[in-house]
């Protein structure tokens, strides 16, 4: 083994750049320092230094071995995906850039709390390595007891590299994202933020794939209804149990120069299949209602919150001069599992046939503001409806806030058919 390999050998183990080590190696091998005994003591010098014994630094593991039981570790990985964000730690602002890095073996989600000047593309050997749990998962932290080497030669990896997604690619978590996508709705608002008043843009991006809600924490002229962007560094969040698309300030968006096809189309799924994703934007179930659940019809909400009060009762707010308002809690069932589909008051109002007025009145002839449901029941039960949605799922079950509810146009035969060949795939 020559200088150099040892040299390579010991620099890789221990995460650090090898001409470096190289250059110490050679400076104690000319004081006639055994070569053994002079990476024994390297190892000292760049290991982690923690209590006393061999520190000589974590060994460098797979990624696809890396687990949430260990505390630190040296990997040599592809950089997948950079993000940077700004967020408060321990009570000061802070840069940080997150995503995925990769080897042949897995991926994992790391966290950078220094500028390492990461670029998707990149190889790097990272010495001690934080491992921590998030949500379940291992995520590698690189802080300033990590030593991050840039190898010369890129590693060969089985994943894209660079952080080009469709919308229908993203999940919660994901970071560092780039879109090509269409603007389709937008909204500007004033929001309290952490800094004071702040005006953010929300709205829907579409592609081709899909369509999401997005924020724009910097309110961005480009954002405009019917702009074609491409959207750079973008991270994702759950928002009432839907992915949701953040830009945040470190965010770039370009015209795109080209007209996206933009889905209009809800995603069609079986109820089981929207169930599992664990929350959905946009999605399109068809299913017999089996039942009008209690609290459908006629109700009334705190005039303070919005919640349907009980007897007068509003769970936060005590006993309440409550609003009357029109609602339908309906369960869909298509075989493969149920939801219960939320339609606001317009929504009622068309199933219902009749305003909030009208359904006051007919509870007031009937005395009793069941009479309400019970049309509603009459109008829907046993028939098969089109539900498209918003669908979040909670412990208490899966409710589908409703935006499009229409007597389904399938014949029962051909759903039963398709259903099969869904089931067969
Ligand atoms: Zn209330």
Redesign the pocket.
């Known amino acids: 083994m020559s200088l150099d390999d040892h040299a390579e050998d010991l620099a890789s183990d221990l995460g650090v750049d090898k001409e470096e080590v190289k250059a110490d190696l050679e400076n104690l091998v000319e004081y006639s320092v055994p070569v053994e005994e002079a990476k024994q003591s390297l190892r000292r010098k760049y290991g982690s230094g923690g209590g006393g014994g061999g520190s000589s630094g974590p060994s460098k593991v797979d990624i696809g071995d890396v687990s949430t039981d260990d505390g630190n570790v040296t990997v040599t990985a592809r950089i997948l995906t950079v993000g940077k964000r700004s967020i408060r730690y321990q009570g000061n602002e802070q840069v940080i850039h997150e995503g995925e890095l990769a080897d042949e073996t897995g991926k994992l989600s790391y966290t950078a709390w220094e500028d390492f000047e990461l670029s998707p593309g990149d190889t790097i050997t990272a010495g001690n390595a934080g491992v921590r749990e998030w949500e379940g998962e291992p995520e590698l932290n690189l802080g300033e007891s990590t030593n991050v080497a840039f190898e010369a030669e890129a590693l060969d990896v089985p994943y894209e590299v660079g952080g080009d997604a469709t919308l229908s690619d993203l999940e919660p978590g994901d970071r560092g994202q780039a879109l090509e996508v269409e603007v389709v709705e937008v909204e500007q608002k004033t929001i309290d933020g952490r800094d004071g008043e702040t005006e953010i843009k929300s709205g829907v991006l579409a592609d081709e794939s899909a369509r999401l809600p997005f924020t724009d924490w910097e309110a961005r002229a480009e954002l405009m209804e019917g702009a074609n962007l491409r959207i750079e560094d973008v991270y994702v969040r759950e928002f009432r149990g839907v992915p949701s698309v953040n830009l945040s300030e470190f965010t770039t968006v370009e015209p795109l120069g080209r007209e996206v096809e933009a889905s209009d189309t809800a995603t069609r799924m079986t109820v089981r299949d929207a169930v599992g994703t664990g929350g959905a934007y946009d999605v399109e179930v068809v299913g017999s209602i089996v039942a009008v659940r209690d609290g459908s019809g006629l109700i009334e909400?705190?005039?303070?919150?919005?919640?349907v009060?009980q007897n007068g009762q509003?769970?936060?707010?005590?006993a309440?001069d409550g609003q009357d308002d029109l609602r339908v809690k309906a369960i869909v069932d298509d075989g493969t599992g149920t939801v219960t589909a939320v339609l606001d008051d317009e929504r009622t109002a068309e199933v219902y046939g009749g305003d909030v007025e009208d359904a006051k009145t007919q509870a007031r002839d009937a005395m009793d503001k069941e009479v309400v449901a019970d049309a509603i029941r009459e109008e829907i039960v046993g028939h098969e409806f089109r539900v498209r949605g918003n669908l979040s799922v909670d412990d208490y079950g899966a409710n589908l806030e409703v935006t499009e509810f229409e007597r389904s146009e399938d014949s029962p035969a051909d759903r039963a058919k398709s259903l099969l060949a869904e089931v067969a795939e």
């Open positions: 909400r705190c005039p303070e919150c919005g919640r009060t509003c769970r936060s707010h005590g309440v």
